[in-house]
């Protein structure tokens, strides 16, 4: 086969240093999530939705065929930060977790994955973002060291 095609949809889901409530503001929260989904485009990873609230963010697209997880990630985090610590005052102390947790998504599963991204605030009335994280842990059978995972 001469042509390289891939459709690998991602499902990323990093927090601010500490979970300390950066995105708190929801223009701010609205803007950081555009910024994001314009990275991702300019790495040829295309974004389905993002979504987050004040101290994590869930990113689903779709996996460019040149660009490796850890290359996407690394560049989404430096860009954003950089982007985020120019445009407001009150966030100049701004920084990602330095993980992150990466999850395959099937085609068919998009749709309901998001509307559980597009739908973040209402989700975490009821549960935390240490909860969330290990109920996805735990259903796509990741094993995982607590000392290591809430920095």
Same mark, same amino acid.
């Given at each position: ?9 991602? /499902? ?5 240093? =500490? $979970? ?5 503001d929801? *223009?701010?929260?609205? =803007? ?25 963010? /869930?990113?689903?697209?779709? *996996? ?7 290359? *996407? ?21 701004? /920084?990602?977790? =330095? ?15 998001g509307?559980?991204?597009? =739908?973040?605030?209402?989700?975490? $009335?009821? %549960? ?6 290990r ?6 059978? *990741? %094993? ?8």
């Amino acid at each position: 086969m001469p042509q390289s095609l891939t459709q690998i949809y991602l /499902h990323i889901v990093f927090s601010t240093k =500490n $979970r300390e409530p950066f995105l708190d503001d929801p *223009l701010l929260r609205q =803007n950081m999530h555009q910024y994001l989904g314009g990275a991702c485009r300019q790495m040829d990873c295309p974004a389905v939705t993002i979504g987050g609230v004040a101290d994590h963010v /869930h990113i689903l697209l779709r *996996l460019g065929r040149m660009i490796t997880v850890a290359e *996407l990630i690394k560049e989404l985090k430096q860009q954003s930060s950089k982007w985020i610590k120019s445009k407001d005052v009150g966030v100049r102390d701004f /920084h990602w977790q =330095n993980g992150y947790a990466g999850f395959s998504a099937s085609p068919g599963h998009l749709d309901r994955l998001g509307v559980y991204i597009d =739908n973040q605030e209402e989700h975490h $009335r009821t %549960e935390s973002y240490q909860d969330e994280l290990r109920r996805l842990f735990r259903k796509y059978g *990741l %094993e995982w060291d607590e000392r290591y995972v809430w920095d």
